[in-house]
């Protein structure tokens, strides 16, 4: 990824509240038919190591799960908030007209070998676990247990588990870091008011997490 210096995220706890915040990635690997791109919730899990590991689930019939060599380097892709940035929303515009659009977004990078789990025992716990951090919003969450035992034994049969632990983490937060604070202001302004609040809350704090 190209990464300029002052579009780096080095502070590894915005790097995991934004895995944690956008969960669905982007899984790409390499196979028997080269590239392949999927996307997947993932969960991030602090397991001691430098950078923790990331687990979720695929579906038996992904052929991703069999085709991805054992222990190769796999890379999962987070997508925190984007949007179009305007020229016009920038103060220099009236002042020089030296303005041009871009693009701003937030993305983690997390690289690691990609280990396959097909076990009934450890697919419960992590689909336990998984519906557990995504319905406790709820006033009324949905637990494994609200179904029928035979059926989530029969859905347990139809996914595959996997696991990464990663070896790096490269975040990259363009907000508007390189432009006069009256620009980059004024664009988060303009962004909140076209329902982009995420994005513009990182804008306005320069590049920290907006989380």
Same mark, same amino acid.
């Given at each position: 990824?190209?990464?300029?210096?002052?579009?780096?995220?080095?502070?590894?706890?915005?790097?995991?509240?934004?895995?944690?915040?956008?969960?669905?990635?982007?899984?790409?690997?390499?196979?028997?038919?080269?590239?392949?791109?999927?996307?997947?919730?993932?969960?991030?899990?602090?397991?001691?190591?430098?950078?923790?590991?990331?687990?979720?689930?695929?579906?038996?019939?992904?052929?991703?799960?069999?085709?991805?060599?054992?222990?190769?380097?796999?890379?999962?892709?987070?997508?925190?908030?984007?949007?179009?940035?305007?020229?016009? +929303?920038?103060?220099?515009?009236?002042?020089?007209?030296?303005?041009?659009?871009?693009?701003?977004?937030?993305?983690?990078?997390?690289?690691?070998?990609?280990?396959?789990?097909?076990?009934?025992?450890?697919?419960?716990?992590?689909?336990?676990?998984?519906?557990?951090?995504?319905?406790?919003?709820?006033?009324?969450?949905?637990?494994?247990?609200?179904?029928?035992?035979?059926?989530?034994?029969?859905?347990?049969?139809?996914?595959?588990?996997?696991?990464?632990?990663?070896?790096?983490?490269?975040?990259?937060?363009?907000?508007?870091?390189?432009?006069?604070?009256?620009?980059?202001?004024?664009?988060?302004?303009?962004?909140?008011?076209?329902?982009?609040?995420?994005?513009?809350? +990182?804008?306005?704090?320069?590049?920290?997490?907006?989380?």
């Amino acid at each position: 990824m190209y990464l300029p210096p002052h579009f780096q995220q080095p502070d590894v706890k915005a790097l995991r509240a934004l895995m944690q915040a956008h969960p669905l990635a982007t899984l790409v690997t390499h196979g028997a038919q080269g590239l392949d791109a999927n996307p997947v919730p993932m969960m991030w899990v602090d397991d001691g190591s430098p950078h923790g590991v990331l687990r979720g689930h695929v579906a038996r019939a992904n052929p991703v799960w069999r085709d991805t060599a054992k222990g190769s380097e796999v890379l999962a892709i987070f997508h925190g908030p984007d949007a179009y940035i305007s020229p016009s +929303w920038y103060a220099t515009k009236r002042e020089t007209g030296h303005v041009v659009p871009t693009w701003n977004y937030v993305v983690v990078q997390a690289r690691g070998p990609l280990r396959v789990i097909d076990d009934a025992s450890w697919l419960r716990e992590l689909v336990t676990t998984l519906t557990g951090v995504h319905e406790r919003v709820r006033p009324q969450p949905w637990a494994a247990d609200d179904a029928p035992a035979d059926y989530i034994d029969a859905m347990l049969k139809a996914i595959v588990g996997i696991e990464i632990a990663l070896t790096s983490l490269q975040g990259k937060w363009k907000v508007s870091q390189n432009q006069p604070e009256r620009n980059s202001h004024g664009a988060a302004q303009a962004l909140a008011g076209e329902g982009h609040a995420e994005l513009a809350t +990182w804008m306005m704090r320069g590049g920290q997490s907006g989380l």
